[in-house]
Structures are given as structure tokens and as C-alpha cells.
């Protein structure tokens, strides 16, 4: 599950998403704090699945706990009110959530299912995977970085943080700029 590279990212945001923006901004301050708190957890969430013994009787409810309060965590993350200049933001965190509960979904179908299916298994991680992967574009635009990737697409508009935003849909013009 790549739990070490959530980790790394998360502490990585954890330390740097308090260098972004202005601190008399009460909205952008609140979102930051909010962030904050969103990073910390889900690094503890990492942390205690990293811990779990496979060994001992249960842990597979205990992991699917886990599952269960990190899609919860995700799920809140996507809720928060985003300030203007981050809102590339805000349709990478619904999309996060979504994937991440259908993640979830699908972990408690081949944990919990009398018999093993593999596609499921498979299903379960790929939607896992969609959500780390927006929660990396997420920290990336909270730095300022402009992501990169398969079906990442940026363009231009000066109202939003960074000078573009990501996925704007075609039938918007791709490559127009908005006017001021």
C-alpha cells in the first residue's frame, strides 16, 4: 500500500503547507490549520498500519478499521472550505474521497467475502492508489508546484494559485486564458 511514501508525504506537507500563504488571511490560516490536522492524522493512520502484526488473531478487522477511519479522515478533508487561491484543490479532494471510499469499499469485499477474489483485490488497490496519488497533487499545489503526470492537464487562468488549475474540461478551451 506504499504506506511508507504516504508517510514521507504527509510529513513532507505536515512541515511545509505553514510556509504557503498569508497569516492575517483568517480563511487561508483555517484551511492551513485544517491541513495541518488532515496530514498529522493520516500520518498516524499510516503509522498504525504499518503496525499491524499479521500474525496476530484480528488483524485484518483491525486493518479494515484503519481503512474505515482513513477513508473518514479523506472524507472530511474533501468537505473543507478552500480559500480562493488554492482551488485547484477543491475537485482533487472530492475525487480523492471518492476514490479512497471506493478503495475501502472494495478492501472490506475481499477481506470480509468467504472466498478470495484477486480482480477485487486489484480494483480495491487501483482506487487506493487514485486517491494518493490526488492527495500528491494536492500537496504539490499547496507548495506551489504544478503537477505532472498521465491525464494531468494545466492551463492558464490568473485567479487561481500557481496560474492554472487542473482538468479543466476541453469544452472550456484548454488553451485559452482567462481575461483578468
Not at 21 to 42: C, P, R
Not at 162 to 178: L, Q, V
Request: hydrophobic residues 35%; negative net charge; contains cysteine.
Amino acid at each position: 500500500m506504499k504506506k511508507l511514501k504516504v508517510l514521507c508525504l504527509a510529513l513532507l506537507c505536515a512541515l511545509l503547507i505553514t510556509g504557503c500563504g498569508k497569516e492575517n488571511d483568517d480563511e487561508l490560516t483555517e484551511y492551513q490549520e485544517n491541513m495541518n490536522t488532515f496530514f498529522e492524522h493520516i500520518a498516524e493512520y499510516n503509522d498504525e498500519m504499518n503496525n499491524i502484526d499479521v500474525s496476530e488473531e484480528g488483524y485484518v478487522s483491525r486493518l479494515l478499521e484503519l481503512l474505515d477511519g482513513l477513508d473518514a479522515e479523506v472524507a472530511w478533508m474533501s468537505t473543507l472550505e478552500v480559500p480562493e487561491e488554492f482551488a485547484a484543490v477543491d475537485s482533487l479532494a472530492d475525487e480523492a474521497s471518492e476514490n479512497m471510499t471506493q478503495a475501502v469499499l472494495l478492501y472490506h469485499m475481499v477481506y470480509e467475502d468467504e472466498e478470495y477474489n484477486e480482480n477485487v483485490e486489484e480494483a480495491a488497490r487501483e482506487y487506493y492508489s487514485r486517491a494518493n496519488i490526488r492527495i500528491k497533487y494536492i500537496v504539490m499545489l499547496l507548495h506551489g508546484e504544478i503537477p505532472e503526470g498521465e491525464g494531468v492537464i494545466y492551463t492558464e487562468e490568473s485567479k487561481i494559485f500557481g496560474g492554472g488549475y487542473m482538468n479543466k474540461p476541453e469544452e472550456d478551451g484548454s488553451d485559452n486564458t482567462a481575461d483578468e
